[in-house]
C-alpha cells in the first residue's frame, strides 16, 4: 500500500475534455459494460486499446479526440491504461493485472464544463410541460427520444458514409437533425464542426455557398475555388428542407459538387440531409441518361417512423415529471384511458401528440381550485 502511495503522489496528471470524457464513456458503455463481465471486460478493453493504436491517424490538432489523445500521450505506455482504467471503471490497472510492480500511475481528470448542468438554468416554471407546440425543438433538455436512431446515424457517418433522413412533415425531422449537431462533437471518430442549414432560409446557390464561406470563414467562392479553399476544413453538413434543392435556382451542379466533396472516409464534407421522399424520387434530373444521382453511394437513407405505443407512454411520463414544472403541477397525471385516447388520436405523430397531450393538461389545470 506504501508503494502504491508513493507512486500516486508522483503521478502523472492529465486532463481531458468534456467531449473526449463523453467519448470514452460511450464507447465504454455501449462495448464492455455488461453486467457479470466485469474483469474479463476490463482486460478487453485494454487489449482493444493496444490493438487500434497502429491504425491511428492524427486528426486536426486543433481538437481533443480519442485518437489524438492516445497517440499524444504515447498509450502504449501501462501509466495511461491505468488512467483510462480508473477514470472508466472506478478501479486501476494495478486491480486489473497481477504485474503490479513496476506500473507508473496516471491520473485523469475532467474539466469542470463536464458538470455543468444539461437543463440550462431557467428563469422560471412552466405551466404546462407539452411543448413547443409548433415549429422543431431546438433546445436539448426539451428534446425527446430517437436514440436508436441516432445511435444508427453516427454508426453510418464513423463509417465513412454520409445520411439521409426521410420522414413525413412535421414528424421530428429538423428536431433530430438540430440534435445530431449538438452530439457530433462526441459522437463522431473524426473530429468535424457542424453546421445546421435550413434551405428555406436560402433563395439560390449564390445564397448556398455565401452561408457555408461565411460558416468556415473565407471569402466568397464557388466552383473550383469553393472545392480548394474547402481541402482543409472538415464539416459536417447538415442540410434541413433539402427539397428547396429541386426549385428555380438550384441546380443538379451543386449536388455533384457536394458528392465530390463527401466522398472518403477523410473527405471536407460529411453530409446529412432531410426529406420527405427518396433522394432519387426528389432530384428525377439526376436520372437523366448518362447521368447518377449526385447522392447514390454516398447518402444512406433512414426513414424515421412514427413513435410506438411504448415511447408515447415514455413521452407523456418524462413530460409530467420535467423538473421545469411548477411543483404545485407536478402531481397531475394522465388516466390510463386519457394515455389510450393519446395513441389513437395522435396515431404515433411527435407533433399530433404534443399538442393533444397540451389539451389534455390544461383540462386538468383548469379544474385546480
Not at 428536431?175 to 468535424?192: D, G, K, V
Not at 447538415?238 to 472516409?265: C, H, P, S, Y
Request: proline share 6%; hydrophobic share 35%; glycine share 4%.
Amino acid at each position: 500500500m506504501t508503494n502504491d502511495n508513493n507512486k500516486r503522489e508522483n503521478a502523472h496528471p492529465i486532463t481531458v475534455s468534456p467531449e473526449l470524457y463523453g467519448q470514452l464513456c460511450q464507447a465504454f458503455d455501449q462495448r464492455y459494460k455488461q453486467e457479470d463481465k466485469e474483469r474479463f471486460n476490463r482486460q478487453q478493453f485494454i487489449n482493444d486499446w493496444f490493438q487500434k493504436l497502429p491504425d491511428i491517424q492524427q486528426p486536426p490538432p486543433t481538437h481533443q479526440t480519442v485518437y489524438n489523445f492516445l497517440k499524444e500521450n504515447k498509450p502504449r505506455e501501462c501509466w495511461l491504461i491505468d488512467g483510462l482504467c480508473q477514470l472508466l471503471l472506478e478501479k486501476t490497472f494495478d486491480k486489473t493485472t497481477e504485474n503490479q510492480e513496476q506500473l507508473p500511475i496516471v491520473e485523469i481528470t475532467i474539466e469542470t464544463a463536464i458538470f455543468k448542468p444539461v437543463i440550462q438554468p431557467n428563469p422560471g416554471f412552466i405551466n404546462n410541460p407539452f411543448q413547443p407546440l409548433n415549429g422543431c425543438v431546438d433546445e436539448s433538455h426539451l428534446f425527446f427520444g430517437r436514440t436508436q436512431e441516432i445511435k444508427r446515424i453516427f454508426e453510418t457517418l464513423n463509417s465513412g458514409s454520409s445520411v439521409a433522413i426521410i420522414g413525413e412533415r412535421q414528424i421530428g425531422k429538423s428536431s433530430l437533425l438540430i440534435e445530431i449537431s449538438r452530439q457530433a462533437q462526441t459522437q463522431l471518430f473524426q473530429p468535424r464542426k457542424p453546421f445546421y442549414l435550413n434551405l428555406q432560409d436560402i433563395h439560390d446557390e449564390d445564397d448556398f455557398y455565401q452561408s457555408l464561406c461565411d460558416h468556415v470563414g473565407i471569402e466568397f467562392c464557388k466552383g473550383y475555388r469553393f472545392s480548394r479553399n474547402l481541402q482543409n476544413h472538415r464539416l459536417l453538413l447538415i442540410l434541413d428542407e433539402v427539397e428547396k434543392m429541386t426549385w428555380d435556382g438550384f441546380t443538379n451542379n451543386i449536388r455533384g459538387q457536394l458528392r465530390g466533396l463527401a466522398e472518403g472516409m477523410n473527405a471536407p464534407l460529411r453530409l446529412i440531409v432531410g426529406a420527405c421522399t427518396s433522394l432519387d424520387q426528389l432530384f428525377p434530373d439526376s436520372q437523366d441518361i448518362w447521368m447518377t444521382s449526385p447522392f447514390t453511394g454516398i447518402c444512406i437513407e433512414y426513414k424515421l417512423n412514427r413513435w410506438d405505443e411504448q415511447t408515447i407512454c415514455n413521452f407523456i411520463k418524462s413530460r409530467l415529471n420535467s423538473p421545469l414544472l411548477k411543483p404545485e403541477y407536478k402531481t397531475i397525471t394522465f388516466t390510463e384511458d386519457e394515455i389510450i385516447e393519446l395513441i389513437n388520436n395522435s396515431q404515433g405523430h411527435p407533433q399530433k401528440l404534443m399538442a393533444l397531450s397540451y389539451q389534455t393538461f390544461n383540462r386538468y389545470l383548469e379544474e385546480l381550485p
